[in-house]
């Protein structure tokens, strides 16, 4: 029995550790890289010598005195699944040295890779980055985001984009991707904004690269506090009801987490009454609020702390924001706005709203009161799914005053016209025909056309 007991606590202690490690994180507080639990892989130019050292406990790089341009990288593995989570990518960066010619800059540069394809980084890698570089002849870098793929670099825009930072100091960085390929960046707590980019089809690693030209600038980059997490997504939301919602998350979501009612906000005050799940559709959550949503107002629901089976969550720092609009539902049935004539037999219903015709039911829903006058066909606006067009079996007369019965006539909610009379007055769109002409004598002649005149015309 106490042997059943141990072998429990084993599993339990195993499942924490790989919950809590993985994701990604190292603060470098250690003597040797390879003590920790993060797998580093590094690489140089051919004719370096050196490597990435930990030293204060932090990460920098310290190679020969080589000459000409050189570089290195070093990098960890990832295998992000794209499609179900937020990535959020945490680090420092520093380098110790400033007032470079332009012609330097482009020589002696930080580049840390968020996604690259390829675990080596000297590779011709393709993927996000971000650059970090100075300003020719300032004490001052900046930092921005950029793709690379086989048709070239490509720089990511956003609205605060020229930013310049302090050289010499570490420039701290928060880069968030979704799963619809929004990215938003921050650099030294400066929020640079949001850009929608598509997505990187492979993605094999995360690390840095750096490049110098001079041995006085060979030790001069450093990293700290990397971390890479994977926040859970919710794609989607839907009004249920006007004081419910239901979220749609990627992942399957962790139940206990699901009905703390502090971790939903609705307009940053309100929390739900009440939270449903169920544990067969463990994507899916419903939160019923004690007041229905204000009509056609803009609601934002902060979502924070809640976490998926594989123990990833949404973090209180940065929720997810949904955006939402309640419509009161639409309860009432069609209506007939207007009737006009086409030509002989055909007339057009303006309805205000779109409609379902049932058509095999054509005689009940449409009758003229005044004749047995049946219709025959019936056709949809083709510009205005509002309009109705009718041909029936008869001809109207142009000027004579007719009732059509609508009933049984359904709109796209299933709202149904139980009988509306509408009375209208019949013309057609066509000029009228001449059809005859009589000599009445040598100076006069009769016209006979197809239908009645307007005395005015």
Known sequence: MIFSKCKILLVLQLSLVF???????????????????????????????????????ELRAVFDNGSGTRAAYISTEIHPDLQAYTLKWNGKIK??????????????????????????????????????????AEDSLTCELMFESSEGKTELQFENQEIKFKAQEYLSFEVTRNPDGDWKVWINDHYLGRTNFPLL????????????????????????DFS??????????????????????KSAIDSPSVFILENYFLNDSINPEMVSFDNEVPEKIKLHFSSEFIPD???????????????????????????????????SPPEIFEISGIEKNRIIINFNEAVVVDTSRLQDIFKILETENQIIQFQVDSLDSKKLKLSF?????????????????????????????????????????????????????????SEPLDELQ
């Open 228 to 249: 890479l997490d994977y926040n859970p997504f919710f794609d989607s939301l839907s009004v249920s009801s006007p004081n419910e919602l239901e979220l749609f998350c």
């Open 393 to 449: 079996q008869y001809e109207f007369k142009v000027g004579n005053s007719y009732t059509l019965k609508v009933s049984q006539l359904a709109d796209a909610e299933g709202n149904i016209q139980t009988g509306q009379d509408a009375n209208f007055v019949f013309s057609d769109n066509f000029p009228p025909g001449l059809e005859k002409i009589e000599v009445l004598s040598g100076k006069s002649l009769k016209l006979i056309f």
């Open 95 to 136: 380098l110790d040295f400033s007032n470079l010619s332009s012609s330097l800059v482009s020589k002696n540069l930080g580049t840390y890779y968020l996604m690259s394809d390829k675990l080596n980084l000297l590779d011709n890698p393709y993927g996000f980055f971000l650059e970090f570089k100075l300003v020719p």
């Open 19 to 57: 919950n809590c490690f993985a994701q990604l994180s190292d603060d470098f507080n250690r003597d040797s890289l390879e003590s920790g639990l993060v797998i580093w892989n590094q690489g140089l130019s051919s004719g370096m010598t050196g490597e990435f050292l930990i030293e204060s406990n």
């Open 201 to 224: 089809e492979i993605v094999n690693a995360a690390g840095l690269q750096i490049q110098y030209s001079s041995g006085s600038r060979e030790n001069k980059f450093f990293m700290d």
């Open 297 to 331: 107002y803009l609601n934002t629901l902060s979502i924070k702390e809640i976490k998926d089976e594989n123990g990833y969550e949404i973090s209180e720092e940065r929720p997810q924001n949904l955006i939402f609009t309640y419509s009161q539902p639409d309860l």
